[in-house]
């Protein structure tokens, strides 16, 4: 189904290909020194050997210094090759996770602004001018990187400052009896509360929770930008794909993305609860088709461990669009 992605579904791609200039301008910088430290070996070399003129040779002692300044400028280029890889690592990691983590949104902020720096020393105490393409390249490459980790960093920050209407809630009672009032309840205290990238892991999610889900959308005014949803194999029938592809499309016109993984049967065989995360928050729910109307409470629960959870899950789950039909068992 196609689809329009959050922004930040783009970034890490962003940040590989700036970790991936950076360390080629890198490999550039250090094949310039190399070759020169070779051409003034070369010549003090030939003098040497062949016991050229005087004249020559007194420039001996001046190309040996110059030699001496080109290993300096080696030395600095080498040492910057762990830190394209350092970008390159963090980036990639970035594309199989569903949270970045501070800590590394931090590293990669603060490495590109050393890579930067050391540009800059090689730039103003070496002669590249007749490179000026390799030298705007890396620090291209950096300032990709570097707007890659602020980026994350603000977007962390903004998703933390939540309005006094919207601060997350510890538990919510749902009473059977009030499945309107519930649903209201739900969308301007839970889903009120959500932002970015929202996950949903429910072995029963059929067409009644994708309404469900609309509902409480539409009710909550959500800041989403990425909907990520677990089920089972046997709820995902021809009526379900339907509801799933119409109601994708309208999140891509909202910009907001939609997927839908289904469980491998070892996971299926061993969940037994149900959760809701976002950026920030954890709740374990009550089947999200009935989720109004079950008497049940939705419960606050450790976020690190739910997402660690959800993420090892939806990395062995496999996507709905390449689970056959003639796998699939109820149409719901």
């Known amino acids: 189904m196609n689809m329009r992605r959050g922004v930040g579904f ?142 994350f960093i603000y977007d962390s920050y903004t998703k933390a400052v939540v309005a006094p209407h919207s601060r997350a809630v510890r538990s919510l009672e749902i009473d059977p009896a009030k499945p309107y009032s519930n649903m209201d309840l739900i969308a301007k205290k839970l889903f009120g509360s959500f932002s970015g990238e929202v996950r949903i892991l429910d072995m029963h999610f059929d067409s009644k929770a994708v309404q469900n889900l609309s509902m409480l959308m539409d009710r909550s005014s959500p800041k989403f930008s990425r909907i990520l949803v677990l089920m089972s194999k046997d709820r995902a029938g021809d009526m379900f794909r339907r509801n799933y592809n119409e109601f994708g499309a309208e999140l891509a016109n909202r910009g907001i993305g939609l997927e839908v993984r289904i469980m491998n049967d070892d996971d299926l065989a061993t969940q037994h609860e149900r959760l809701i995360l976002d950026d920030s928050k954890a709740y374990k729910i009550p089947p999200f088709n009935i989720i109004n109307k079950k008497s049940e409470h939705i419960v606050s629960v450790n976020y690190k461990q739910a997402s660690e959870h959800f993420g090892m899950i939806w990395n062995r789950a496999a996507k709905l669009e390449n689970f056959g039909k003639g796998n699939t068992g109820k149409n719901t």
């Not at 010549?43 to 005087?54: G, H, P, Q």
């Not at 040492?79 to 590293?107: D, E, H, N, Y």
């Not at 090689?122 to 291209?140: G, M, P, Q, R, W």
Request: proline share 2%; glycine share 8%; aromatic share 14%.
């Open 10 to 151: 783009y970034i890490p791609i962003l940040a590989a290909v700036g970790g991936l200039i950076a360390l080629l301008s890198v490999f550039y910088f250090t094949e310039s020194f190399a070759y020169a430290i070779g051409y003034n070996s070369g010549i003090v070399s030939a003098i040497s050997t062949y016991n050229i003129t005087n004249a020559a040779s007194s420039a001996v002692p001046a190309l040996q210094a110059m030699t001496d300044t080109f290993r300096l400028g080696s030395h600095i280029a080498y040492a910057m090759i762990f830190l394209p890889l350092i970008m390159l690592g963090i980036s990639a990691f970035w594309m199989f996770v569903t949270t970045k983590g501070r800590t590394l949104q931090v590293v990669m902020v603060i490495v590109s602004l050393v890579f930067l720096l050391m540009v800059t020393l090689l730039v103003e105490d070496f002669h590249f001018s007749n490179s000026l393409t390799v030298v705007i390249a890396a620090y291209a490459g950096a300032l990709i990187c570097l707007g890659s980790g602020s980026y």
